[in-house]
């Protein structure tokens, strides 16, 4: 379809001001890509609005002009979602940053949704609370990101998802409506459930404007520490004890030895670098049982042939325990000129046996791997090291990626516990969720979006023909000729 | 529209067999109404299917046969959710009753939608294991119910509601697809979000099959303490220091005066009918902390005026103290023939506020009023004691209503935290949620449900007719001419 773009950037720029449409070709070149590997697009332009009625005049703008919208906060995201395919406008958000209310009666806050998450944990932490979503972005990433992504983190086994904190929200529906949804009540079920189709939707339902999060009292205490195994079946058996102890961990994370090599090699940890495992554990809660939960998972470990326990004594201890953790994907970022990080996840029992089944599958098509994840949550990040330049090491890499998303499925898990199906994720999804689910999301979308402006071509086609494809094919849709924007 | 009756009864008896179609006047009346006070409809039968295979035959010949069809468990819906209108079929799906796994690794059940939520309850709690959910009808209604409701209860503040232990579902779509959605991940962003539309979407948009809930450890142990206070804001500052002292409890729960002279008329239970308010605090967690959490609460009803704290030294005086509230609308349901229970709510801070609204209202009309409710969650239960015979009166319990579930609206809250939308409260729907979101409602049923056979006439009316109308108005609703079935 051709569009206007004369015209388009012409009333983009009455809509939001000359100054605030970027679209030289270096602010072009910055918004093309976000964190995932292999992937990058050149937008229109990239607009800065600043009131959500300038948003919904952009929205019906794209509507009436048939062209492509992207909101976009720090782009951390790793499955491509932020990408903007067929010249779409890339809507920036990451400066609608502020912290609007803390409600300490009520225990919610609401904020823009280009607040960076490691800021409001920081600002409500000072009070007391605590917002437990916390992705490994946490330090850069946004809240709107995190909403639109329903990012999860390493506190999802004791305090669960971005979902289970979003109370209501305002959003810019892809008709240029305005739609307030929930509040500050906590319980509500009055019509259907709009808040948590919109969570998770990956941009392509919405542009948020503003959010409601509930907040809960920030834990008393915690205690970190850090466990080494022989056997990556010592590690397992040691994550079902501590379950089976009645104790949730607020963390409870896992490394591989790559990944543990890597981490070692980068940051020098003082890290046993044979071992095969590593578990991460963080304990919280009230000063008088803190002290008993930690020595019960001590000797949990020690029972399952741990070779090395540490226990955090001070604060400064704890957080260099937990670098080894925050450290392991740009550990292993720096082995290889790319990383492509996955994030399968399985029901936690079969963890090992997704694990074992990954190391397989890397032996075979000869692709370095790291693996860490959340242990807790069943939720892995299988890193595969390699170069996107060599055209047949890549290849390979992609394979590998492939058969282990297809392992996960049939281990009953998913294709992404995180990260978002995005562009990266398309392929498998259908195989995943089944062909009645797929053709629900397609009619959602097309009711919800009938000129398929708001993130086009993300999470699925909605002509199915790029579905279900081989790796090979992938390359293809990188291409984006095949992505057409229907 | 004109039904062919006889077909539709000869080819319902072809799927489930003659024994299973239930169509004499006895029957029929038996499934003509649910918990709701004065609204009854007429099934044209009531059917009980034994496979997802004929419930998708069932629905199959509904959309050819153009007629709707209920799915019912317990029938304990207060907002007239199970009612079948417009001659609906009801599919009975108490029989379907059985816990199918129990899963100690991964902390899951899955369990048919029949099973009575209070048998759960026991069963996963003899192996340590806590399905939190908890509502007043826990040991008569179906999980099935809970899940289509998006069921609440007393457990909510700390544990929150039904959706928040949903893992997976299958589910028979209102085009007699069989889906299959989630699993026991903990975590999948795998595509949108379908498990959270259906959830809480009061059979509308599929009659569940199979459910996985996730179970969390049992708390280790637990107090119960029962507070008394001359004035209502003495409760209310007492529930806001507890929040504000960091503790959770597992249960805040409310009663007023109207409602302690009633309970203890009927339940005899040595409360003092004095009292302006009564709190049931229960505090639970690991034992070394419980009796501090105990103290603490005690010491801060005290500061709060509170006339008399008891607590509970025994299992047996805590199922006495939770009697109090457990019996709440039993003893107000005795006080006249008909009870209308509401479930308005608010954010927490607002509720001293609503209270004295609603009091203020019940005396304007002249209409009798019990107050409980989930103070924690600003979840309230005003409960109209009327008689549905006295027209005049009836009406101004009507009238009351109305004006309270506007209030709810105004001070930032909803008219439902748990009951659902169903049949009785749609007058307002639109007023809360707004024009763009009942739209979308709107969209989704029709695109989910195109020739309207699921739960037809609930949440909201498909053309805006009804909506927002005077209560006397409701009139017209229940005499069902009116829920046409489009």
Redesign the interface.
Known sequence: MAMNTPLIQKRLKEIVGSENVLDTPEARIAFSYDATAGLSSMPLAAIRPSSAEQISAIVSLANEERFPLVARGSGTGLSGGALPLNNAVVVLMNHWNHILEI??????VTVEPGVITGQLHQTVEKR?LLYPPDPGSSTICTLGGNVA??A?GLR??KY??T??YVLGMQVV?PTG?????G????????????K??L???EGTLGILTRIILRL???P?TSRTLLAFFPTMNDAAKTV?AI??A???PAMLEFLDNTTIRCVEDYAHLGLPIDAAAMLLVEVD??N??IE?DALLVTDICNKNNATSVKMAATEQESIKLKAARRSAFTSLARVKPTTIMEDV?????RLPELVARINEIARKHDVMIGNFG?AG???LHPNYLTDSRNKEEYARAEKTVFEVEETAINL??????????GLY?KPL?EK???S???Q??R???T??DPNNIMNPGK??ELKPRCEGRLPQEREQIKKFEDVAWI
Do not use: C, Q, W
């Open positions: 409600d300490e009666e009520n225990l919610t007391g992504e329903n999860g999802g086994l669960g998802v979902k289970n529906l409506e305005i739609l307030n949804t509040g500050k009540m906590v319980k509500d079920v009055a019509g259907y459930n709009l948590d189709i969570v998770g939707s809960i009292p920030k008393e079902s379950i089976a009645k104790i949730t809660g009230r008088a049982i008993e996840g399985v029901p936690r029992s959340h949550d069943g939720n009953g898990g998913t294709i992404t516990g995180e990260h978002g199906i994720k999804l995943m969720v089944g009645p689910a797929i629900m999301m009619t959602l979308k009711m919800m999470i699925f």
